[in-house]
């Protein structure tokens, strides 16, 4: 008989959960123990710890990422900056050179353009639309090349296919930080990555209230990590755990809507005369629209958009609006909006920005799952 989990949505819900159920509960309880018995024989790793990855909460998701993201293993950790710093610190050595593309999310720039080199890590930055460009950057010492789905505010979508192709010609690893676009809208390890990690804080979690990150890939390359991770000591407490799992059960209603409904948003706001330019990859005027099509089952529920006028109109605009809260951070369930100029992109010079595409006045929006009409109105009228 073959498995009856076969769609990602029986999987969300069922995959990896104890069996048979504890105590018959449905939902398995949360396993508030630091530490657990075990026999004596056996290496650190297998001390049964919370800090060693290897509790009950984090097995179970241990297990369902697995399924969800097609992978051999999965590792989740109290943070996606946990996650990717654990990605790189377990795969990596003193003189090893890393390929990393333009425009990553500022935690992960911030890592391998500040932290890299006192570790005697080095990395250049590819224009990830370039294939062409990419032998040039190749050292001997080129371990490992790291994209992300779609970028952070702009949207790019990389050459996605182009990259795992190239590490596969070059023995480098692949990994690509999937967050964006989440295991429904797009799955790398059967497209071709060696390694998948996630801020799960956004998408995954999809409540705006915990923080944690996930790691896939093969059995081999988890357990390097996982060994890493075991004396870092990132990992993910129990009751994280409990909400982690809770808000994935959702994940597939949660980001079908969003998907839906960023769509038509982007459409409205592209149409209105108050917007300069949006960016989307689900748009028709999006520069890869069509990479983007090809490569994704939906385009996710963050856009950006540029008003027009001054920077005092944008944060006006922002002021206006009564549904979308203005904060960082992005995937949830209630909308938010940033101005990235002032936020996540404020520590890069003004001229610099606007060179990236950044200008004073764009914003980002991340799309919730209020009802698309509601969210409309209010932008509508926030707009004048
Ligand atoms: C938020 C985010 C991260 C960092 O995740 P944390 O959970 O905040 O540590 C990494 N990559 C992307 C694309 C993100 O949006």
């Known amino acids: 008989m073959s498995h009856p989990h076969k769609h990602l949505e029986t999987q969300l819900v069922h995959a990896g959960e104890p069996s048979p159920r504890i105590e018959g509960a449905v939902e398995m309880p949360i396993f508030q123990s630091a530490t657990y018995e075990t026999a004596e ?21 241990h297990a369902k990422f697995a399924i969800l993201e097609g992978a051999e293993d999965a590792l989740v950790s109290a943070s996606g900056m946990a996650a990717i710093s654990g990605a790189f610190l377990g ?74 192709a190239f590490a596969r010609a070059h023995g480098l690893v692949s990994v690509i930080d999937n967050t964006f676009a989440s295991p429904v809208n797009f799955r790398p390890i059967p497209a071709g990555f060696d390694l998948c990690v996630h801020s799960a804080t956004k998408y995954l979690n999809g409540h705006a209230d915990i923080v944690a990150g996930v790691t896939s890939g093969s059995a081999a390359n988890i357990t390097r990590i996982r ?47 108050a917007v300069a330019r949006v960016n989307y990859p689900g748009l028709a005027s999006h520069p890869r629209h069509a990479r983007a099509r090809g490569l994704f089952a939906g385009f996710g529920g963050v856009l950006s958009f540029q008003l027009r006028g001054t920077v005092q109109d944008a944060r006006d605009f922002t002021r206006r609006l009564r549904i979308p809260a203005v904060a960082p951070s992005l995937g949830g369930v209630q909308s938010l909006i940033t101005r990235p ?39 509508g009228q926030a707009l004048g």
């Open 41 to 61: 024989e056996g290496v650190y790793d297998d001390v049964r710890y919370l800090r060693n990855n290897n509790t009950p909460s984090q097995q179970a998701l």
């Open 91 to 164: 795969l990596l050595s003193a003189g090893d050179h890393v390929l990393a593309q333009r425009g990553l999310y500022g935690g992960t720039h911030e890592l391998l353009a500040q932290e890299f080199p006192r570790l005697g890590l080095s990395v250049d930055f590819l224009d990830a639309d370039d294939p062409g460009s990419w032998a040039a950057l190749l050292r001997p010492a080129t371990k490992l090349v790291y994209v992300e789905a779609m970028t952070n505010p702009l949207l790019e979508v990389a050459d996605l296919r182009a990259i795992t």
């Open 227 to 273: 060994h890493k991770a075991n004396v870092l000591g990132g990992a993910l407490d129990p009751h994280a755990a409990f909400l982690l799992k809770r808000g994935l059960k959702t994940l597939a209603l949660r980001v079908r809507h969003q998907n839906a409904s960023a769509l038509i948003i982007a459409g409205f706001l592209e149409a209105h005369p």
């Open 341 to 379: 100029a002032g936020t996540s992109h404020a520590g890069i010079p003004p001229e610099v920005r606007e060179r990236l595409g950044i200008s004073e006045t764009l914003l980002r929006l991340s799309v919730g799952i209020e009802a698309t009409e509601d969210l409309l109105e209010d932008l």
